[in-house]
């Protein structure tokens, strides 16, 4: 097992090829943004954004979650290193964005989490899709790590917000507080709901004319 070295120009390399995944998953995503909204007649897809985990939250983690600090352990259990927010417009489109992440060609899908229908104890509700992505390195393909998290606007709001509140305390949130936010979710699920079920009424209306 080799040690894990943040300072050594294997980890940098390392860091470029999650990077080529993240752009080339990117890509492959704002094509089917494109083909979603043309296909909905709305925004099925309102933005994506991706990121490079800083070294700082790599060995982070790893600390915190008690992994040896090799480059085997960064690479079979750290699974968002390359992070990708899918956000829709509504919860229903979702699962229309997972589905057709599942028909992307030379991917594998290695795991997905549904918190949209088993929501965290946080209250915290999005789908999240861990899938290889096959980058050319020299004469051969190696399979790199991306986890794709899918949310709503809603979903997006209450976790970005529940993560500046966390952060911005550096601590956990109390109990009443915790509670407070676990109540939030769920209203701006019921809204997420209702808003969608009047925007799908009004469409069936235009179909119909």
């Excluded at 490079?52 to 968002?80: A, F, H, P, R």
């Excluded at 956990?172 to 701006?188: G, H, N, T, V």
Aim: net charge positive; with cysteine; glycine share 4%.
């Amino acid at each position: 097992l080799i040690p894990l070295d943040t300072g050594d120009k294997e980890f940098d390399m390392l860091m470029g090829l999650y990077d080529t995944a993240k752009k080339d998953i990117v890509d492959k995503l704002n094509i089917i943004q494109e083909y979603l909204n043309d296909s909905y007649e709305y925004e099925v897809v309102n933005h994506i954004t991706s990121r490079i985990k800083s070294k700082e939250s790599i060995i982070g983690k790893m600390k915190k979650k008690e992994y040896d600090m090799t480059y085997n352990d960064l690479i079979e259990k750290v699974n968002d290193i390359a992070g990708i927010r899918v956000i829709c417009t509504f919860k229903s489109d979702i699962y229309k964005v997972r589905k057709i992440i599942a028909q992307i060609p030379n991917i594998r899908i290695l795991k997905e989490k549904d918190y949209v229908k088993n929501p965290k104890k946080s209250g915290y509700m999005g789908y999240h899709v861990i899938l290889e992505d096959f980058i050319k390195y020299d004469d051969t393909y190696i399979p790199i790590k991306v986890e794709i998290q899918i949310r709503s606007l809603a979903m997006d709001f209450w976790a970005t917000t529940e993560h500046k509140i966390k952060y911005k305390k550096k601590h956990e949130l109390s109990k009443k507080d915790s509670r407070k936010m676990k109540i939030y979710a769920k209203i701006l699920n019921i809204l997420d709901e209702n808003i969608m079920n009047i925007y799908e009424k009004q469409l069936e209306g235009k179909r119909k004319l």
